[in-house]
């Protein structure tokens, strides 16, 4: 039969539409591919591995000069952490991401790109990775302790340093909030470089610090870092020239250069890492554990193997598990403890407010003396000053008994003002008590507080845990190494390390093992304060005496 001619004319259309879109589907699957790799090469994927530099400051970091046609690219095998904490490739302004700038303003050339330009050009198998975050107006003072500035800064730094990037540097400017007030700039900066080192768990990790466009006495307080702490340098300033209250372009461009020189001189200068000494076991008078289950002390037992520790003392802590919480955990306790008499020690602990008079207290302390304490801590008297009447009451106590006393102080427990005169009170009260200082305590080191007391009480001591003690004594090796041979049979090493901390080797191996090493202490000196004080203080005996 023959078809009728308007369904052959309509079958034609069909298969002619038909071909088309066929077609067009072809030519889209053959651009796609294309269209993705053009953008790929345009956008190139960040390397799994970088050498990061952390960009702080303030204005003068972010910068105000105008950029140049040949600063406007991108910056080949430079990477820059976005808002997402995402790398993307690194152009300018690269202040652009910061979470405390003023995004109208600060949005300019500053010394960062051809900070990162110069050390491309210097190595060419090297990817950058640049964190930048400065901020509008700031004073040094935001910069320093848990405050909002630092701990912005901090908390995108970590996310831009994994296990596949490692941070190399720190590029600091600022200073124009401060030109008013300059007074004490460079020992606040002192302190900033080392909690940075200490929170960054880098020792050495080197500081280049920019001078300021305007502002000749926080420039003159600057030059005098690297006199005072080791690993840092100064940028000059020389031919530099302004335009308004920024440094212009080509004093930018020339900022950038001289401060990636001073960080690859910096960098072709640090030491060889130390080694964690093998010619003394260590005693480890403060150390926290779950000692009421029998596997809490066998993680301790197990971190003293690792770490070359002879013999510690755990402190009990208010968490479940640590410290018994009835008579049945009590006896628990006891039991976990036995089979590590002589290696693993104890300490026993009354909070303020749980008695009522000395002799309760004594009673308590006698049973725990009877069960193996050697000392009483770690005393945390919770919204209490130093000196306040219920501690007065336990300090009382333990000095009838003969335990030593471990304290606590920081901004809301045992509470004191700076030059610790309450601490000197209780020292005077009781002077046959043992007492250890532990935490910020450590915080007065610079301003002599620290020192005065050691000398003047004989029976004070105190203990190397925690990290305020390293950055504190990493801050002015010079001074450190003088303070540790000047009160020798005074300081005890330890760690403060527990069951949250234990696995975290590399930490604790900068903070608690090299650093002391790296000081050079006489043998007589590391003999007494890795072991030997704590043996006196604590009254430890071998096995069997």
């Known amino acids: 039969m023959n078809e009728p001619q308007s369904d052959s004319r309509f079958r034609t259309r069909l298969f002619s539409h038909a071909h088309l879109l066929l077609l067009i589907a072809c030519a889209i699957a053959l651009a796609v591919p294309r269209f993705y790799a053009q953008q790929n090469a345009a956008t190139p994927a960040p390397p799994a591995k970088r050498d990061v ?132 700039y460079l020992d606040k900066l002192q302190t900033l470089v080392s909690n940075l080192r200490t929170d960054f768990n880098h020792p050495h990790l080197p500081v280049v610090v920019a001078p300021l466009p305007q502002g000749a006495v926080i420039n003159s307080q600057i030059a005098k870092l690297p006199t005072t702490i080791h690993g840092t340098a100064i940028v000059s300033s020389e031919g530099l020239t302004i335009e308004g209250t920024h440094f212009d372009t080509k004093s930018q461009l020339l900022l950038g250069k001289r401060s990636a020189e001073e960080m690859i001189r910096l ?13 003394i076991k260590f005693i480890d008078p403060h150390v926290h554990a779950m000692s009421v289950t029998p596997l809490g002390l066998r993680a301790v037992a197990k971190w003293m193997e690792e770490r070359n520790v002879e013999r510690c003392i755990v402190s009990p802590l208010s968490h479940k598990g640590s410290r018994p919480q009835s008579e049945e955990e009590r006896a628990t306790m006891l039991e976990n403890f036995r089979p590590y008499k002589g290696r693993i020690d104890r300490m026993a602990i009354i909070d303020p407010g749980e008695v009522e008079t000395v002799e309760q207290a004594v009673t308590i302390l006698q049973r725990e003396i009877a069960d193996g304490a050697v000392g009483f801590g770690e005393h945390y008297g919770v919204g209490l000053m130093f000196d306040d009447p219920k501690n007065l009451l336990l300090y009382e106590a333990c000095e009838k008994v003969g335990l030593p006393v471990m304290f606590h102080i920081d901004q809301n427990k045992n509470m004191v003002e700076p030059g610790m005169a309450r601490v000197d009170r209780v020292l005077k009260m009781f002077p046959r008590c043992k007492v250890v200082a532990h935490a910020y305590w450590w915080r007065q080191l610079q301003n002599g507080a620290c020192d005065r007391q050691l000398q003047e009480h004989p029976n004070l001591y105190a203990d190397m845990s925690g990290v305020v003690v390293m950055s504190v004594l990493n801050r002015d090796r010079k001074y450190a190494r003088e303070f540790l041979i000047r009160n020798q049979d005074k300081v005890l090493w330890a760690t403060d390390e527990g069951w949250w901390s234990f696995a975290d080797k590399d930490r604790q191996m900068n903070q608690h093992y090299t650093l002391l090493e790296e000081l050079d202490l006489p043998d007589e000196v590391r003999q007494k304060i890795y072991r030997g004080n704590a043996e006196k203080v604590y009254g430890l005996k071998k096995p069997g005496n």
């Open 53 to 184: 530099y952390l960009l702080l400051g303030d204005t003068a970091m972010a910068g105000g000069a105008a950029i140049p046609a040949d600063a406007a690219e991108v910056l080949d095998r430079c990477f820059l952490l976005n808002d997402k904490n995402e790398w993307e490739p690194a152009r300018n302004p690269l202040n652009r991401h910061s979470t405390i700038a003023d995004k109208a303003t600060v949005q300019a050339l500053g010394p960062g790109y051809e900070f990162a330009r110069t050390l491309l050009e210097n190595d060419k198998n090297l990817t950058l990775g640049l964190i930048v975050n400065a901020g509008n107006d700031t004073k040094i003072e935001g910069w320093l302790g848990k405050s909002e500035l630092y701990r912005g800064a901090r908390k995108r730094a970590c996310a831009g340093i994994k296990e596949d990037s490692e941070l190399k540097g720190v590029l600091w400017q600022q200073g124009q909030g401060d030109v008013a007030t300059p007074d004490g």
């Open 267 to 279: 960098r072709a200068t640090l030491p060889a890492a130390a080694q964690a000494p093998t010619d």
